[in-house]
């Protein structure tokens, strides 16, 4: 099993940066991806971006040159460097991980094989 713990949400004016951690903990893996989604109010959960254990990034269109996905392998850690934050970013934002997940399926959600809980990201206007 693994767990996933999601941190750094919270209230934050337009224009505003914050940034999100996702901690792992439970079983070891070095393969697939971690990944964050967001979902707004009333709307589907969507793909914001993903990262590999070497690096490799994937990020949404809608964030691309604002939001930038990193890792530090040691700590287990993923993160989502946020800024210029719109009132369209206000969302809950999940981490995933993908244990064998390849690129080509990085925006799939149904690919990936845990979630952690969820953190509120609200952007005011």
């Known amino acids: 099993q693994v767990q996933l713990v999601e941190s750094g949400g919270g209230l934050v004016q337009a224009g505003g940066s914050l940034r999100l951690s996702c901690a792992r903990s439970?079983?070891?893996?070095?393969?697939?991806?971690m990944g964050w989604f967001r979902q707004a109010p009333g709307k589907e959960r969507e793909f914001v971006a993903a990262?590999?254990?070497?690096?490799?990034?994937h990020h949404a269109d809608s964030v691309k040159g604002r939001f930038t996905i990193s890792r530090d392998v040691a700590k287990k850690t993923v993160y989502l460097q946020m800024n210029s934050l719109k009132p369209e970013d206000t969302a809950v934002y999940y981490c995933?991980?993908?244990?064998?997940?390849?690129?080509?399926?990085?925006?799939?959600?149904?690919?990936?094989?845990?979630w952690g809980q969820g953190t509120q990201v609200t952007v005011s206007s």
């Open positions: 995933a991980a993908g244990v064998f997940l390849t690129s080509p399926f990085v925006e799939l959600q149904d690919k990936y094989d845990y």
């Open positions: 439970g079983r070891t893996f070095s393969s697939g991806y």
């Open positions: 990262i590999n254990w070497s690096g490799i990034t």
